[in-house]
Structure formats: C-alpha cells, structure tokens
C-alpha cells in the first residue's frame, strides 16, 4: 500500500524482494526486445524481465495505459473530503474492520479470512518512530503473515490496513505459490473497495473519509505511476520498480470488482485468476 505521503517512495515494501529471485533471469534474454531497440547485455531486473514476469507485451500494457488514462480520476474535481482527518479508529478496529469487511463479502471463507485476522502478527508503529511504509511479509509454511503499518488514524491509514490485510489474506492462501506482484496487488485493492463497500453499508462515519482517501490514492496509481510504467515501456534498459504494478493492478481491481460475481473475485484475491483473463475484462484492451 502506499498513500500520498510515501507515493515516491522506492522501493516499493510489501516484499523484501521487489520481484521474485528464482522467477526471473539474471541477464537479459532472447526475448528482451521491446520494438527494435537494443538491450544491456547484464542488469539486474528491467521492464523486459517485469513484462516476461507477467506474460505482457509492451502493446499490451500500453493499450491498458490509454484506457486508464480516460478513467483517471481529476482530484481537483472531486469534493474535498476528510481523507486525511481522524477516522477514530485504532490499528486494531480498522485491522478489525477489513478482516469483518471480507468475511462479509466473502461468507464462503468467512473463517480463512477471520483466522488470519486472529494469527497473522500486526506490528503497528506510531508517526513519531519515523516508520513509513506500510508492508506485508509472507513467511515460511504454518507461520502467519506479519504486517507491519504506521498507524496514525486517518482514513488513508484505514485504507491502508485493508490493503495489507488483504496481502495476508493472500499470502496465508498461498503460502506455497508464486504470486506475480500485479496479481498480489490486485488482491490488496480488491481489499480496500470491498471495505469501501462495507463501509458505506454500515453508515460508517468515516465512510467518506475512507471514500476520499480512495480517490486521492488513484490520482497518484492512475497518474504518476501509470506515467511512470509508460516511461519505463519506451526504455527497454528501464530499471525495474515495484510501482509499475500499481496501475494495471488499480485499474483491474476496479474492473473486476464492478463486473465480477463474488467467487471469481475471491478468486482473484487468491491469485488464482490469470491476469491475461483478468485484462481480459478491462474496456478497450485487445489480445
Ligand atoms: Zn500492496
């Protein structure tokens, strides 16, 4: 998760390693080409290797790049909201809040999400320790999750949680499988709308912070990330940054969460949909 304050932050938390060591090569490959330009013959991880990771061309990501760009919301448009004001929450309600918020919109796995709410181990810091970004760390088999947050009680922290708590989910699911990080991310914004959602049907009173503090997020994945990724895809030598999975996993999470039966949303917090399917589902993108 990022908000506004740590939106450049590098490198991206939430994994020690950016992209998984055993998934990629080391040195560029065959297929490292985007359009006719050369490549570096050694690196460490590019845009080539995060497009191979994912099974994407540039074009591919490019179409969904122009899509995005007509959905981007316009922040200055929208109603200046609480976002950043108390949501009167603690770390332990809004952690609460999300693992409730999940077992409502998925009762089929009511008591996987709720287990994890109850084992995984949540480290929250104050403002004041100078610890920012908040991350999720999967570790070995028959260990919990451990999430760690800098909680100040705002509505983007409340946010936030849900996010992370959404990568746990994912994680304790999937303690064995690799999970590409677009996919990983899908499932922590699946996460954050489906607390939108619950939010918004409890009456919540900060419903329209957390609401606010939404938006304000997709200005920075749908704006400078998606320009940053659309930099990277002109620059095959572009050295790889975990923010590049921002928006495509964004644009998916919204697409899917408006279209999508509950079970194949479940799916895709799993990790278990393929995200060639999932942009199967995004307007305007093609094969
Ligand atoms: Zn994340």
């Not at 950016?18 to 998934?23: C, R, S, W």
């Not at 509505?155 to 994680?171: P, T």
Request: charged letters at 20%; a neutral charge.
């Amino acid at each position: 998760m990022e908000s506004e304050a740590e939106a450049l932050a590098e490198p991206r938390l939430g994994q020690p390693n950016p992209v998984h060591e055993k998934t990629l090569p080391r040195r560029v490959g065959r297929n490292n080409v985007i359009g006719n330009k050369s490549i570096p013959k050694s690196y460490e991880y590019t845009i080539c290797d995060w497009l191979a990771l994912h099974r994407l061309s540039a074009e591919r990501v490019e179409d969904v790049l122009k899509e995005i760009s007509h959905h981007r919301p316009n922040v200055s448009t929208q109603p200046r909201q609480p976002a950043h004001e108390p949501s009167g929450l603690r770390a332990s309600d809004a952690w609460k809040l999300s693992a409730r918020a999940l077992a409502w919109k998925f009762p089929h796995a009511a008591e996987v999400i709720l287990d994890v709410s109850r084992t995984a181990e949540l480290l929250v810091a104050s403002p004041e320790t100078g610890v920012s970004k908040p991350f999720t760390l999967a570790r070995d088999k028959g260990t919990a999750p451990l999430v760690s947050i800098c909680f100040a009680g705002n509505c983007l922290d409340v946010l936030a949680m849900a996010h992370e708590f959404g990568h746990a989910v994912q994680y304790s699911i999937n303690a064995d499988v690799f999970v590409n990080p677009v996919q990983r991310e899908i499932a922590a914004f699946v996460s954050e709308r489906v607390l939108l959602e619950y939010v918004g049907m409890l009456g919540h009173p900060s419903a329209s912070g957390i609401r606010s503090a939404h938006i304000s997020d997709d200005a920075i994945y749908l704006g400078g990330d998606a320009q940053s990724l659309s930099l990277a895809l002109t620059n095959p030598a572009a050295p790889y940054r975990y923010r590049w999975n921002y928006p495509l996993a964004r644009y998916c999470a919204a697409r899917i969460f408006a279209i999508c039966q509950n079970d194949r949303l479940w799916n895709a917090i799993q990790g278990r949909v393929l995200l060639s399917d999932l942009l199967e589902t995004l307007p305007g993108t093609k094969n």
